[in-house]
């Protein structure tokens, strides 16, 4: 039972020494996205500007999973938690983009008529 709470112990550990590089991560992937956004919708529309930063944040995590970039900041397994994460989180907001593009299409095509 003691190797057992010598184990807990050592998993507890590095999770609150990546909290710094996890917190870091996130401030700088919002702030990107923010100023992508802001680029963006200057010269296009919202959905155009939002359904880019979704994208770019899929693709941008994606090749960060794949090469575990955040590995020294915040550990491998943090890392890669984070990665998922944000990458799911493109794929549902590009997914959420597209359905109210959708939306949209069919209720100007419905005034039309």
């Excluded at 190797?3 to 917190?23: D, H, K, V, W, Y």
């Excluded at 590995?71 to 959420?96: C, E, K, N, Y």
């Amino acid at each position: 039972s003691a190797s057992g709470t010598n184990g807990i112990q050592a998993n507890r550990e590095p999770c609150n020494g990546n909290l710094f590089g996890f917190l870091f991560v996130v401030v700088i992937v919002i702030a990107l996205m923010f100023i992508l956004y802001r680029q963006l919708y200057k010269n296009h529309s919202g959905l155009f500007a939002q359904a880019m930063v979704a994208l770019l944040l899929m693709i941008s995590q994606f090749v960060i999973l794949m090469g575990d970039f955040y590995a020294p900041l915040m550990g491998s397994d943090g890392g890669t938690v984070l990665a998922v994460f944000l990458f799911l989180m493109g794929i549902i907001w590009i997914i959420g983009v597209g359905i109210v593009a959708i939306i949209k299409k069919m209720s100007s095509f419905r005034r039309k008529k």
